[in-house]
């Protein structure tokens, strides 16, 4: 109930005070004017930056899902050409099935390569997002975050932390 009640106060002055500051501006109040201005923009930062980190994090995370999907897809492709096996590193896929390793949005670098993993007799794989690049996102949606997310599996298919 007091978090409604704070609520409602911060967004009546983030209604008010632009309208204050206009007044204020009117009446030639210049010093009252800037203070309810930077109070304003204090105010519209601290409830909307969270907001758009956040969405910032959750598409970085689909972007990286979106290129291990992309992975998984040339590594099918090379397993079709060779017997059902998948390769020992990615860099068996180059320039044939996949032009470039992807990039990781989040780290702005190959976190693929390191977490690529073959059977014994190659016949299945798991890759997954080397790196704690996706803890932001990972600790808001899981309460037991672990490293290795998001995951590609040739059985399972993409794998959701839970």
């Not at 693929?112 to 932001?136: E, N, Q, V």
Request: with cysteine; proline share 4%; net charge positive.
């Amino acid at each position: 109930m007091v978090n409604v009640i704070i609520l409602v106060i911060l967004i009546g002055l983030f209604i008010s005070l632009p309208f204050l500051a206009i007044s204020s501006l009117a009446r030639k109040k210049w010093k009252k004017a800037l203070i309810l201005l930077g109070i304003f923009l204090v105010l519209f930062l601290g409830i909307a930056l969270p907001h758009f980190i956040h969405v910032r994090h959750c598409g970085q995370y689909v972007a990286c899902s979106s290129n291990l999907h992309s992975i998984a897809l040339s590594l099918e492709k090379f397993a079709e050409a060779h017997e059902g096996r998948y390769p020992s590193s990615l860099e068996e896929l180059k320039p044939d099935k996949i032009r470039e390793i992807p990039t990781c949005p989040s780290a702005r670098k190959d976190t693929y390569s390191k977490g690529y993993l073959t059977s014994a007799d190659s016949m299945t794989y798991t890759i997954y997002c080397s790196g704690d690049y996706h803890k932001f996102f990972l600790k808001s949606h899981h309460a037991n975050h672990r490293n290795g997310y998001p995951q590609y599996d040739s059985i399972k298919g993409f794998i959701e932390e839970r």
